[in-house]
């Protein structure tokens, strides 16, 4: 049977293969990606879409995370130091209960519990990043002001609402609690009771110190439940956090997995490229120059 | 018996047939590389019979010669011509439009995360007005990022489309070729003679034309013709029959037979019909994708956007606008005019961040197409990636069956210089003996002449 006698198209075709695949090879490995267009993989390029929409997920809902931490623990710092304020008024209102003080003693201890009273305030007008804690959603920078119209001395600008963040996949925690649930609350109202002691140390009823002095405890129980809504979200969150960055390492190694090359094999089909593209060259370099004209020459 | 004379007839006989095959061989060795060539072999005969009918030794008798092809062969090298440049055409455009979609960083897919991890973000800090500037701007990069790639596909569309007059121009040019060589092939068959080289240009060029548009070519017949897909003529005889080209009423270029009939749909081959089926079937589906994805990605955020309250307190209002005519993708738009206008609060005050969970959930919850935003657009990069790599496999097998076609015709039609230079010596020691053979009566001649003289 008679065959093709025109070398010279299929050794450029040979030629032109071998290239290819040697090229395909350098890409490979110079950028370490096995996919780098749709048509290579269609499904692999399409998961490692998604794989790193979820990464970009995890991240913002780390970055969320460490700023409700942040938030929470300055919360918890500035409800801690209302503890200890409300501790100390405590111990002036047992000192005030006592009947042998003077009208200027107990007026001096008054004045101790209203400064006692005004460190509240402040903590209760804690903020971060310019933003009252304690506000609810109100947006506004002082919560607690001065009003001598209000029983406590104080009004409350804020509301009752509060927010919550989305630290994970259709998971949000509250960030905060209202001002008036911590501070004005009916369960344990800590400006009233410092408010009620004040008056009850000016009146010097023993048994309106006593109440007051009760009251304040009865705050004390209360804002440590508050605290204790805190420390459960700082829990929550750090759980949370360490789910995440097991999250962002198993995403990052699928993305790997799903698009990335593997060194080893990248270099093994380098060499398989190489090898077959001399070994094209060598042939061509054989063939090519055969003619019978060649021999008659002789 | 024969005489002398006959002999020196036979020789001269053998002698001219032989310089013919030569010449075959020579006309074989010229155009060992002249694209479409079939090689010729030479027709010899040996006249056995004398002109009363007896036999006996009257030489050799030389016919000319024919050229060596498959016509077969040749109509499946012009069909898979047709496919192989149809389907390349597709894969250019894909490997385009493939490209606007392989970034990683800009897509839509990328804005997508960003815009929801800005707003998540806000979520924390619903009163920081730098975060609450940050989603405004990556609502805005996401609608750049719809128009970048609506306008990566319309530059492919454009692009199909433009190239329509030029391949059409094309045609008719080789239509005309065709023609007039069919006008020199009717002649040179009407005188009894091969069509040699003639066919073979005509061959060639039915093979380009296939490449432009799908056709299908009698050229057996007595009337040879070309026509396209759709049955409308090219070439009939020897008269070619120009197509024209048209300005639709969708803005695009349509394509006319000779008598003026629309044959845009009807074109599927060769380059022209792989230009119209990206044109005007494959880019138009992708596009309604894009679509379908804007309109149905900007009414969700914006059925969340109406759930709560602006920056000031108002109700909120839509994020995107849509255009009402032409591509959604390419028309979205950015509704609100400030970062104000994103829609935190659920309570109506500055402070709150209720609202964000609504918003976010747009990235979660599935879109009427039954998928979230995310997945609706890997999924539809998948399905780019599918017809880009199809297409791309398909050219290549078609290109390979092609490849094949091609060798077995060379195989068939090809010039070998080896065989050229066997050939070469043959004839070239036949015409030698021949010559011998006429230097031998020459001598027995003169042997003949010579009798009776007396030599000294």
């Known amino acids: 049977m008679r065959v093709d006698p025109d070398l010279y198209t299929s050794v450029n075709a040979s030629i032109q293969q071998s290239e290819q695949s040697l090229q395909t090879a350098m890409t490979q490995l110079s950028s370490g990606k096995r996919v780098a267009i749709p048509s290579d993989d269609p499904l692999a390029f399409a998961n490692n879409l998604e794989s790193v929409a979820a990464s970009a997920a995890v991240d913002t809902y780390t970055k969320n995370g460490d700023a409700v931490l942040a938030q929470a623990q300055i919360a918890d710092s500035a409800l801690s130091s209302v503890v200890t304020t409300l501790t100390e008024a405590v111990s002036l209102g047992t000192e005030g209960g006592n009947g042998t003080l003077t009208s200027a003693q107990r007026s001096s201890l008054a004045q101790q519990v209203q400064g006692l009273l005004a460190a509240v305030v402040s903590q209760a007008n804690t903020t971060s990043n310019g933003n009252a804690l304690f506000a609810g959603t109100a947006g506004v920078a002082v919560p607690f002001v001065a009003d001598p119209s209000s029983s406590t001395g104080y009004a409350y600008q804020g509301n009752s609402n509060s927010n919550a963040a989305e630290v994970g996949e259709a998971l949000s925690v509250a960030i905060n609690i209202p001002g008036d649930q911590i501070f004005t609350s009916a369960s344990g109202n800590v400006l009233g009771s410092l408010q009620s002691m004040v008056v009850a140390l000016q009146s010097g009823s023993s048994s309106d110190i006593a109440s007051a002095t009760s009251a304040v405890s009865g705050a004390i129980a209360h804002v440590d439940q508050i605290r204790a809504m805190y420390g459960n979200t700082v829990n929550q969150l750090t759980t949370e956090n360490d789910y995440l960055s097991q999250e962002s390492v198993s995403l990052t190694s699928q993305q790997d997995s799903l698009v990335g090359i593997d060194t080893a094999t990248a270099a093994t089909n380098l060499t398989q490229a190489q090898t077959a593209q001399s070994a094209v060259l060598a042939m061509a370099a054989k063939i090519l120059p055969t003619s019978l004209l060649n021999y008659l020459q002789n | 018996m024969t005489g002398l ?452």
């Open chain 2, 5 to 456: 004379n006959a002999t020196l007839s036979l020789a001269s006989q053998a002698l001219s047939a032989e310089s013919g095959a030569l010449a075959t061989t020579n006309n074989n060795i010229s155009n060992v590389n002249t694209p479409g060539y079939s090689r010729e072999v030479v027709d010899l005969s040996a006249d056995a019979l004398n002109g009363n009918g007896q036999n006996q030794e009257s030489g050799v008798s030389y016919n000319g010669f024919t050229s060596v092809r498959d016509e077969v062969l040749q109509i499946g090298i012009q069909q898979k011509t047709a496919d192989a440049s149809s389907l390349n055409a597709q894969s250019t455009l894909w490997n385009q439009i493939q490209s606007s979609f392989s970034s990683t960083t800009g897509s839509i897919s990328t804005s997508f995360s960003g815009l929801f991890s800005a707003i998540s973000t806000l979520s924390t800090a619903p009163s920081d007005a730098g975060a609450r500037q940050s989603a405004f701007s990556a609502a805005g990069n996401l609608v750049d990022a719809f128009h970048e790639a609506a306008a990566a596909l319309n530059d492919a569309q454009t692009q199909a489309d433009s190239g329509v007059s030029g391949l059409v121009a094309n045609i008719n040019q080789l239509s005309t070729q065709i023609a007039s060589l069919d006008q020199q092939l009717a002649s040179a068959q009407a005188s009894g003679q091969d069509g040699g080289s003639i066919e073979d240009q005509r061959d060639e060029l039915t093979t380009q034309l296939a490449g432009l548009v799908g056709i299908t070519s009698t050229s057996t017949q007595t009337t040879p013709s070309v026509s396209t897909a759709g049955n409308s003529p090219l070439v009939v005889g020897s008269t070619a029959y120009a197509l024209q080209v048209t300005e639709g009423s969708d803005g695009t270029t349509h394509v006319l037979d000779a008598q003026g009939k629309d044959i845009t749909a009807s074109i599927t081959g060769g380059a022209l019909g792989g230009a119209l089926t990206m044109r005007d079937a494959e880019i138009p589906q992708v596009s309604g994708a894009l679509d379908t994805l804007a309109t149905q990605f900007a009414a969700a955020m914006n059925a969340a956007q109406t759930q709560g309250f602006d920056a000031s307190g108002n109700q909120g209002t839509a994020m995107f606008t849509l255009p009402t005519t032409g591509s959604a993708a390419a028309g979205i738009s950015l509704a609100l005019t400030s970062a104000s206008g994103l829609v935190l609060s659920s309570d109506g005050s500055s402070g709150s961040s209720g609202n964000v969970s609504n918003l976010i959930a747009v990235q979660t919850s599935a879109l009427p197409s039954g998928q979230s935003p995310g997945a609706t657009y890997s999924d539809y990069v998948e399905s780019i990636g599918d017809a880009a790599a199809s297409v791309s496999s398909r050219s290549t097998a078609t290109n390979l069956a092609l490849t094949q076609l091609t060798t077995q015709q060379a195989s068939e039609s090809g010039v070998s210089i080896d065989e050229e230079t066997t050939n070469l010596l043959r004839f070239q020691q036949a015409y030698t003996a021949a010559a011998k053979v006429v230097s031998t009566v020459n001598d027995l001649y003169s042997t003949l002449m010579n009798m009776g003289v007396v030599t000294s």
